[in-house]
Protein backbone atom coordinates (compact mmCIF):
# COMPACT_ATOMS: atom_id res chain seq x y z
CA UNK A 1 0.00 0.00 0.00
CA UNK A 2 0.87 3.63 -0.48
CA UNK A 3 3.17 5.32 2.76
CA UNK A 4 2.40 8.36 4.12
CA UNK A 5 4.78 9.47 6.82
CA UNK A 6 4.68 12.21 9.27
CA UNK A 7 6.98 14.72 11.28
CA UNK A 8 7.92 15.27 14.00
CA UNK A 9 6.56 11.38 15.53
CA UNK A 10 6.24 13.23 19.20
CA UNK A 11 6.59 17.01 19.81
CA UNK A 12 6.87 18.27 23.16
CA UNK A 13 6.51 22.80 23.37
CA UNK A 14 5.23 25.41 25.90
CA UNK A 15 2.26 26.91 25.96
CA UNK A 16 2.17 29.87 23.31
CA UNK A 17 4.79 28.61 20.70
CA UNK A 18 4.06 27.15 17.69
CA UNK A 19 4.39 23.38 16.26
CA UNK A 20 4.52 23.27 12.52
CA UNK A 21 3.94 19.23 11.84
CA UNK A 22 4.24 17.89 8.43
CA UNK A 23 2.62 14.73 6.36
CA UNK A 24 4.66 13.65 3.08
CA UNK A 25 3.19 10.96 0.83
CA UNK A 26 6.04 9.56 -0.13
CA UNK A 27 5.44 6.32 -2.99
CA UNK A 28 2.11 8.85 -4.48
CA UNK A 29 0.69 11.91 -5.22
CA UNK A 30 -2.13 13.32 -2.74
CA UNK A 31 -3.93 16.10 -4.62
CA UNK A 32 -6.06 15.82 -1.34
CA UNK A 33 -5.00 15.30 2.43
CA UNK A 34 -6.94 15.00 5.14
CA UNK A 35 -6.09 16.39 8.63
CA UNK A 36 -7.34 14.18 12.10
CA UNK A 37 -7.32 14.94 15.35
CA UNK A 38 -7.98 12.04 17.81
CA UNK A 39 -8.10 12.28 22.03
CA UNK A 40 -7.71 9.09 24.09
CA UNK A 41 -9.60 6.35 23.52
CA UNK A 42 -11.67 8.14 21.00
CA UNK A 43 -12.22 8.08 17.42
CA UNK A 44 -10.85 10.37 14.47
CA UNK A 45 -12.63 13.94 14.34
CA UNK A 46 -11.42 14.98 10.55
CA UNK A 47 -10.75 18.68 11.27
CA UNK A 48 -10.03 19.36 7.74
CA UNK A 49 -9.09 18.84 4.28
CA UNK A 50 -6.47 20.30 2.26
CA UNK A 51 -6.45 20.22 -1.48
CA UNK A 52 -2.89 20.83 -3.30
CA UNK A 53 -2.16 24.57 -4.32
CA UNK A 54 -5.98 25.87 -2.60
CA UNK A 55 -7.26 26.76 0.70
CA UNK A 56 -8.10 24.26 3.42
CA UNK A 57 -11.41 23.41 4.02
CA UNK A 58 -12.27 23.53 7.81
CA UNK A 59 -14.96 21.11 9.65
CA UNK A 60 -17.31 23.19 11.90
CA UNK A 61 -15.86 24.25 15.33
CA UNK A 62 -12.21 24.19 14.05
CA UNK A 63 -10.28 27.89 14.14
CA UNK A 64 -8.35 27.96 10.73
CA UNK A 65 -6.45 30.72 12.46
CA UNK A 66 -5.32 28.58 14.78
CA UNK A 67 -4.78 25.34 12.58
CA UNK A 68 -2.92 26.45 9.69
CA UNK A 69 -2.96 24.55 6.94
CA UNK A 70 -0.12 24.86 3.94
CA UNK A 71 -0.39 22.33 0.84
CA UNK A 72 2.44 23.36 -1.29
CA UNK A 73 2.88 19.92 -3.19
CA UNK A 74 1.32 17.13 -4.38
CA UNK A 75 3.04 15.10 -1.81
CA UNK A 76 3.17 17.36 0.76
CA UNK A 77 1.02 19.56 3.88
CA UNK A 78 1.60 21.24 7.07
CA UNK A 79 -0.58 21.63 10.03
CA UNK A 80 0.50 24.29 12.14
CA UNK A 81 -0.58 24.27 15.39
CA UNK A 82 -0.28 28.05 16.65
CA UNK A 83 -0.05 29.55 20.10
CA UNK A 84 -0.30 26.59 21.81
CA UNK A 85 -2.37 25.70 24.66
CA UNK A 86 -2.24 22.53 26.92
CA UNK A 87 -5.97 21.65 25.49
CA UNK A 88 -4.55 21.72 21.87
CA UNK A 89 -2.78 18.71 23.14
CA UNK A 90 -3.87 15.56 21.22
CA UNK A 91 -2.92 13.24 18.63
CA UNK A 92 -2.81 14.58 14.98
CA UNK A 93 -3.05 12.56 12.04
CA UNK A 94 -2.74 13.06 8.63
CA UNK A 95 -3.97 11.00 5.45
CA UNK A 96 -3.36 11.05 1.72
CA UNK A 97 -6.31 10.45 -0.78
CA UNK A 98 -5.24 7.70 -2.97
CA UNK A 99 -7.38 5.33 -5.81
CA UNK A 100 -11.12 6.13 -5.66
CA UNK A 101 -12.25 5.93 -1.85
CA UNK A 102 -9.09 5.09 0.42
CA UNK A 103 -7.04 6.91 2.46
CA UNK A 104 -3.58 6.04 3.61
CA UNK A 105 -2.87 7.47 6.86
CA UNK A 106 0.54 8.53 8.21
CA UNK A 107 1.49 7.39 11.84
CA UNK A 108 0.73 10.36 13.49
CA UNK A 109 1.66 13.17 15.54
CA UNK A 110 1.91 13.48 19.43
CA UNK A 111 1.91 17.29 20.45
CA UNK A 112 1.85 17.76 24.55
CA UNK A 113 1.72 21.20 25.26
CA UNK A 114 3.03 22.11 29.10
CA UNK B 1 -26.35 14.60 10.33
CA UNK B 2 -24.07 11.70 9.26
CA UNK B 3 -23.99 9.29 11.73
CA UNK B 4 -21.81 5.97 12.44
CA UNK B 5 -22.10 3.86 14.95
CA UNK B 6 -19.99 0.70 15.97
CA UNK B 7 -20.72 -1.75 19.17
CA UNK B 8 -19.90 -3.46 21.16
CA UNK B 9 -17.90 -0.54 22.81
CA UNK B 10 -15.05 -3.04 23.62
CA UNK B 11 -14.78 -6.79 24.03
CA UNK B 12 -12.78 -9.18 25.47
CA UNK B 13 -12.28 -12.69 24.38
CA UNK B 14 -9.83 -15.21 24.42
CA UNK B 15 -7.46 -16.71 21.82
CA UNK B 16 -9.39 -18.74 19.49
CA UNK B 17 -12.54 -16.97 19.49
CA UNK B 18 -14.68 -16.06 16.77
CA UNK B 19 -15.66 -12.38 17.09
CA UNK B 20 -17.96 -10.12 15.53
CA UNK B 21 -17.70 -6.23 15.08
CA UNK B 22 -20.67 -4.13 13.83
CA UNK B 23 -21.12 -0.61 12.05
CA UNK B 24 -24.63 0.85 11.30
CA UNK B 25 -24.80 4.35 9.78
CA UNK B 26 -27.44 6.48 8.52
CA UNK B 27 -25.93 9.38 6.27
CA UNK B 28 -26.93 11.00 3.16
CA UNK B 29 -24.94 10.44 0.60
CA UNK B 30 -23.55 6.87 0.87
CA UNK B 31 -20.21 5.72 -1.22
CA UNK B 32 -18.49 3.04 0.51
CA UNK B 33 -17.38 2.13 3.80
CA UNK B 34 -14.07 0.71 5.33
CA UNK B 35 -12.73 -0.85 8.29
CA UNK B 36 -9.15 0.40 9.72
CA UNK B 37 -7.53 -1.55 12.56
CA UNK B 38 -5.79 0.93 14.81
CA UNK B 39 -3.17 -0.38 17.44
CA UNK B 40 -0.70 2.02 19.07
CA UNK B 41 -0.72 4.20 15.94
CA UNK B 42 -2.42 5.47 13.16
CA UNK B 43 -4.90 2.98 11.41
CA UNK B 44 -4.47 0.92 8.95
CA UNK B 45 -6.23 -0.26 6.31
CA UNK B 46 -8.55 -3.69 6.03
CA UNK B 47 -11.36 -3.75 3.78
CA UNK B 48 -13.48 -1.26 1.60
CA UNK B 49 -16.84 -2.31 1.00
CA UNK B 50 -18.83 -0.79 -1.59
CA UNK B 51 -21.65 -3.42 -3.23
CA UNK B 52 -24.06 -5.04 -0.77
CA UNK B 53 -24.04 -8.82 0.14
CA UNK B 54 -20.05 -9.32 -1.58
CA UNK B 55 -17.79 -10.73 1.40
CA UNK B 56 -14.34 -9.19 1.27
CA UNK B 57 -11.94 -11.53 3.15
CA UNK B 58 -8.35 -11.35 4.26
CA UNK B 59 -7.01 -14.43 6.12
CA UNK B 60 -9.18 -14.69 9.00
CA UNK B 61 -10.61 -11.44 9.05
CA UNK B 62 -13.73 -10.87 6.16
CA UNK B 63 -16.64 -8.32 6.19
CA UNK B 64 -19.53 -7.91 4.39
CA UNK B 65 -21.64 -4.95 3.50
CA UNK B 66 -25.99 -4.66 4.04
CA UNK B 67 -26.77 -1.22 1.95
CA UNK B 68 -30.35 -2.06 2.27
CA UNK B 69 -30.12 -2.39 6.57
CA UNK B 70 -27.25 0.17 6.78
CA UNK B 71 -24.87 -2.14 8.34
CA UNK B 72 -21.60 -3.57 7.99
CA UNK B 73 -20.12 -6.71 9.68
CA UNK B 74 -16.36 -7.19 10.65
CA UNK B 75 -15.79 -11.05 10.98
CA UNK B 76 -12.31 -12.32 12.92
CA UNK B 77 -11.93 -16.08 13.53
CA UNK B 78 -9.19 -18.18 15.74
CA UNK B 79 -8.33 -14.52 17.35
CA UNK B 80 -5.34 -14.24 18.19
CA UNK B 81 -3.61 -11.92 20.63
CA UNK B 82 -2.30 -9.46 17.92
CA UNK B 83 -5.52 -8.83 16.80
CA UNK B 84 -5.94 -6.86 20.14
CA UNK B 85 -6.81 -3.37 18.66
CA UNK B 86 -9.05 -0.96 18.01
CA UNK B 87 -11.20 -1.77 15.09
CA UNK B 88 -12.46 1.22 13.30
CA UNK B 89 -15.06 1.85 10.95
CA UNK B 90 -16.12 4.85 8.67
CA UNK B 91 -18.02 5.67 5.89
CA UNK B 92 -17.40 7.89 2.82
CA UNK B 93 -20.22 10.04 1.87
CA UNK B 94 -19.18 12.53 -0.76
CA UNK B 95 -17.06 12.66 -4.07
CA UNK B 96 -14.93 14.94 -1.46
CA UNK B 97 -13.83 11.26 -0.31
CA UNK B 98 -14.30 12.58 3.55
CA UNK B 99 -14.40 10.15 6.21
CA UNK B 100 -17.04 10.07 9.15
CA UNK B 101 -15.50 7.53 11.83
CA UNK B 102 -17.61 5.63 14.21
CA UNK B 103 -16.67 5.69 17.56
CA UNK B 104 -14.64 2.27 17.65
CA UNK B 105 -14.87 -1.30 18.57
CA UNK B 106 -11.90 -2.08 21.55
CA UNK B 107 -10.79 -5.66 21.31
CA UNK B 108 -8.70 -7.32 23.73
CA UNK B 109 -7.93 -10.82 23.30
CA UNK B 110 -6.47 -12.88 26.15
CA UNK B 111 -3.86 -15.75 25.51
Not at chain 1, 66 to 93: Q, R
Amino acid sequence: GAVVSQHPSWVICKSGTSVKIECRSLDFQATTMFWYRQFPKQSLMLMATSNEGSKATYEQGVEKDKFLINHASLTLSTLTVTSAHPEDSSFYICSGRGGAYEQYFGPGTRLTVT
Amino acid sequence: EDKVVQSPLSLVVHEGDTVTLNCSYEVTNFRSLLWYKQEKKAPTFLFMLTSSGIEKKSGRLSSILDKKELFSILNITATQTGDSAVYLCAVVVNAGNMLTFGGGTRLMVKP
